[in-house]
């Protein structure tokens, strides 16, 4: 029951004294809920889609065709098929990776028809909110973006307005089995925590990893010196996914380490001190007796330097060349750390005592991910110098590690899987699954998405997966093979009016096509080569039994129909039914058109699935509660409660 119906449920409870009735209701008014409160900032990005709606526009120039760009390569495990003619063609296994351009909460809304339901990881690293302008904001009621600053008097408040949206709507495109990880440091982990715990539920929270990036540690920072960031870890639902393990060789690992009660070791150097502060007289403190029982082969130390029996032998610090020398340990440590020190017999009957060296963080692999990441490879300078290498300069701050994203990606992503990152960076996420497919032969797809502030995404995001797929020399004139069993598609976003009239019921239509594209992955054009008119219909495929078929208003729809029907006839070898999207009021209606054929087709009409879409997104993002912050034209915003078919 909700309050306000609690409320008149009280007043209305008869034999209650006012008093009684005052108290009761003072009890509910002052209840309060567990959860995070922040000052709600409207965003302009978030306004915009009041009375636009954004759709994808490929920028046709910039994209990279993996398999054109073999000459004499053949993969390592090639998958071909072969066409009519029996003629091999190329891989079936070339992942059609996607770079989106754009704010990523209008990207973010065209995802919510395109993979609603289909992405299996998301790995974001959103901007930390440091107070050192590293976060920047659009503020509904400010022209320019400003810089997000430690004096900021909605810090906090404006950095949680900000990502709540983008995770609600990540949230819906996650598949019930898919998982989120996010990157963050302690100017916002707390405050991210508890948003991700309302928008996924506490339930749903697997991990809060700390990622070691720089194990020596920022020494300028105060009091502590920073060596981790943290990555928090969600599923959808309560433990629907399966995390993966590590490729690890167990018989390796334990032929090179031992096992006692504290744990694994190796033996290491010995006790007795080398060097030039060996000598008893630069340490004489250090120059003692450890006495061993030879039966038990237990030994100690004494404050007074006698045995506690007379059966007990005495080890000193000695040398075979008779040299006086000292102990690395203290008395005490002797015999309060001796399950840190081995006991061996030589052959002669004599004794050495040797130290256990025990696994530092990182040196013992383990097939479980660990719930502290760690490895020399997760170095942010490495990884910085890893893009130098590539671009001849210092292009981006502070780039992931790709070892780290490909470890991401091995316990969680499918060999078949997506993976979206809508905070895109540099590009690391795909680069590490690139690499990643390279290495098992996978053939999981990659969505990034990031706006073009100071031309990233066309100089730095896009350029550097372009040298990953094509091959690129390095700084050290080192040329790195490329991957070329990728393909990268670069997107715009571009808007459409809201307003559902029926012009603009026919521009979204007729701007669909890279959308549909993307959610059906097909992409090969057969529209012109089948003798139809690409103003009134096309026809993609995904070259191994997969089609798509876009029906746009026309004068001669009906004909375009009745001509679609012959050609779709002819289609052989369907992996699976035709994907028909129309313009059109209803299914049923479209189906009609299509009906010699309907065995072969699943049909959907258009623009109402986008707009269904589009409207479910908003409300997820609660647009259709908030008011508006400045004046809308009439007849350009959308009616979010609308829900009647129109015809």
């Known amino acids: ?12 409870i008869e034999g209650l004294s006012n008093e009684e009735r005052s108290a009761l209701l003072d009890i509910i008014n002052t209840k309060k809920r567990y959860g995070l409160v922040w000052e709600e900032k409207p965003e302009e990005m978030e306004e915009l889609l009041r009375h636009k709606l954004p759709v994808l526009k490929e920028i046709a120039e910039r994209r990279i065709l993996g398999h054109n760009l073999q000459t004499n390569v053949v993969a390592e495990t090639p998958v071909l098929f072969e066409n009519e003619n029996n003629i091999s063609q190329v891989p079936i296994c070339t992942p059609n990776h996607i770079l989106i351009e754009g704010d990523n909460l209008h990207a973010l809304t065209t995802l919510s028809f395109t993979h609603e339901d289909k992405i299996d990881v998301i790995y974001i690293d959103p901007p930390y909110n440091t107070g050192n302008k590293d976060f920047k904001y659009q503020d509904a009621f400010k022209d320019e973006p400003e810089f ?22 990540a949230k819906r495109l996650l598949k019930d089995n898919g998982v989120i990880y996010i990157s963050i440091d302690d100017n916002e982990q707390a ?7 309302e928008i996924f539920t506490q339930k749903c929270h697997v991990a809060t990893l700390p990622v070691i990036m720089n194990l020596k540690g920022n020494q300028d920072n105060y009091g502590f010196s920073d060596t981790h960031e943290y990555c928090l870890v969600y599923t959808k639902r309560f433990q629907a996914k399966e995390f993966g393990y590590f490729i690890l060789n167990e018989e390796d690992v334990f032929n090179d380490w031992l096992e006692d009660d504290y744990g694994l070791y190796k033996k290491a150097d010995g006790l007795r001190a080398t060097g030039v502060n060996a000598p008893r007289n630069k340490r004489p403190n250090l120059f003692y007796p450890i006495f061993i029982n ?5 030994f100690y130390t004494t404050e007074d330097d006698l045995p506690k029996s007379n059966d007990d032998i005495a080890l000193w610090p000695i040398n075979e060349d008779g040299e006086e020398l000292s102990w690395y340990w203290k008395k ?6 001796n399950y840190n ?3 061996t017999r030589a052959r002669g009957g004599g004794f050495s005592i040797y130290k256990k060296q025990r696994p530092a963080l990182g040196d013992l692999p383990t097939k479980k991910p660990k719930s502290i990441f760690y490895k020399p490879e997760y170095s942010t300078s490495s990884s910085t110098t890893e893009l130098k290498k590539m671009f001849g300069a210092k292009v981006f701050n502070a780039p992931k590690p790709v ?20 905070f895109a960076g540099s590009g690391t996420t795909m680069h590490a699954t690139m690499e990643l497919n390279k290495e098992d032969g996978g053939c999981r797809k990659c969505i990034l998405v990031t706006n073009n502030e100071n031309k990233i995404c066309e100089e730095i995001t896009y350029e550097r997966n372009k040298k990953v797929i094509t091959g690129y020399n390095t700084t050290n004139n080192e040329w790195v093979n490329g991957l070329l069993l990728n393909n990268l598609r670069y997107y715009k976003t571009d808007f459409i009016p809201s307003n559902k009239s029926e012009t603009n019921r026919r521009l979204l239509t007729q701007s669909s096509t890279d959308l549909l594209c993307i959610k059906e992955d097909c992409y090969t054009d057969l529209t012109e080569a089948n003798g139809f008119n690409i103003k009134q219909c096309r026809i993609f495929t995904n070259d191994i039994g997969k089609y798509l078929i876009i029906v746009y208003h026309s004068r001669q729809q009906i004909q375009v129909c009745e001509q679609l029907v012959e050609y779709i006839k002819t289609l052989n070898g369907l992996t699976e039914k035709v994907r028909l999207y129309g313009f059109s009021p209803e299914k049923e209606t479209l189906t009609e058109d299509f009906i010699e054929v309907a065995y072969k087709i699943e049909a959907v009409p258009l623009p109402e699935a986008i707009y269904n879409a589009y409207r479910a997104t908003f409300k997820a993002i609660k647009l259709d509660k908030k008011q508006p912050v400045s004046f809308v034209e009439p007849n350009t915003e959308i009616n979010f409660n609308e829900v009647e078919e129109e015809n």
């Open 148 to 169: 997000i600053d430690k004096e900021h008097p909605f810090r906090h408040s404006t950095w949680l307005s900000f990502i709540y949206k983008r995770l609600q709507i």
């Open 294 to 298: 030879p039966n038990t082969e237990k």
């Open 341 to 343: 020190l081995i006991l």
């Open 332 to 337: 005490s440590n002797v015999n309060d750390f």
């Open 1 to 12: 029951m909700n309050k306000p119906d609690l409320i008149q449920k009280v007043k209305s």
């Open 403 to 422: 070892p780290f994203l490909k470890d991401l990606l091995t316990i969680s992503l499918p060999k078949n899987g997506i993976v979206l990152d809508f």
């Open 191 to 197: 405050q991210l925590k508890l948003i991700a715990d």
